[in-house]
């Protein structure tokens, strides 16, 4: 299983709605903040453009990319979302 970063600009609140809903259903996932999440999964980083992009538009972007050996953030969605980077990235 590799963990990777999944960044997106997607500007319609159905389309954005609808791509948090497949992140979430990842076996794990974590919100880092509103636009940028971290999942874990044995799929290709296009493996996981093509099943995320479903319902996207040209006009949105998607970047996917596999978490390095080190990382630093400030402020998360909180505690729990805090220690679940420490422990997958």
């Given at each position: 299983?590799?963990?990777y970063i999944v960044t997106f600009e997607?500007?319609?609140t159905d389309r954005r709605v609808e791509?948090?809903?497949?992140?979430?259903?990842y076996k794990s996932y974590c919100p880092i903040h509103d636009n940028c999440w971290a999942i874990i999964t044995d799929q290709k980083p296009a493996q996981i453009i093509d099943y995320l992009k479903g319902?996207?538009?040209d006009q949105d972007r998607l970047f996917v990319v596999r978490s390095g050996t080190h990382a630093?953030?400030?402020n998360t969605y909180g505690e729990k979302n805090s220690e679940?980077?420490?422990e997958n990235l």
């Open positions: 299983m590799t963990t997607v500007n319609d791509l948090k809903e497949k992140l979430q259903s319902g996207l538009v630093a953030w400030w679940w980077l420490k």
